[in-house]
């Protein structure tokens, strides 16, 4: 299955290393946003959005590409790394969910874990969750993406 994960990892590096789990698992590329080629999306089978959470939303980077695409149809996923877990009644995957749907994509899960957040005043004591993603966060990645190649749609 010819898949592509466009990814805006831009503290830590957390987000990238889950999208590096994703894709290792379904053969992916990893690009930017900036990388990303539509050409190339519309190739393929699945297509794989994420990024870091700020102040509630992915990033600007992930979102305006997603906006710019023109309207076509496929499968994807959206994931997120995130000091905080997603609040039920409005969970920062959902904007992104909405404007791929409205695109043509069918979205087939959403996958977060937390990550290390060093917002403004977790700075001064070097953050949150300074030690993840963990194991138990990358094999939770894992999961996810062997139930998307397998074409289960994943709960997160």
């Known amino acids: 299955m010819k898949s592509v994960i466009v990814c805006a990892s831009v503290s830590h590096g957390n987000t990238r290393r889950v999208a590096d789990v994703i894709a290792e698992v379904l053969g992916a590329e990893v690009v930017s946003p900036e990388e990303a080629e539509p050409a190339a999306l519309a190739d393929a089978e699945l ?3 994420g990024s870091g959470v700020f102040y509630s939303r992915l990033h600007p ?4 590409f997603v906006e710019a695409l023109p309207v076509g149809r496929g499968r ?8 905080f877990p997603e609040i039920p009644l409005a969970p920062f995957t959902r904007p992104l969910v909405r404007r791929l749907e409205r ?4 979205v087939d899960g959403t996958f977060s874990c937390r990550a290390l957040d060093t917002w403004a005043p977790f700075k001064v004591v070097g953050g949150v969750h300074k030690q993840r993603p963990n194991a138990g966060d990358l094999a939770a990645a894992r999961a996810f993406a ?3 190649r397998e074409g289960r749609r994943p709960i997160s």
Do not use: D
């Open 146 to 148: 062997e139930g998307l």
């Open 47 to 49: 297509v794989g959005f």
């Open 76 to 83: 994807a996923f959206v994931f997120a790394t995130s000091g």
């Open 61 to 64: 980077r992930l979102t305006h």
């Open 103 to 106: 695109k043509g994509f069918t």
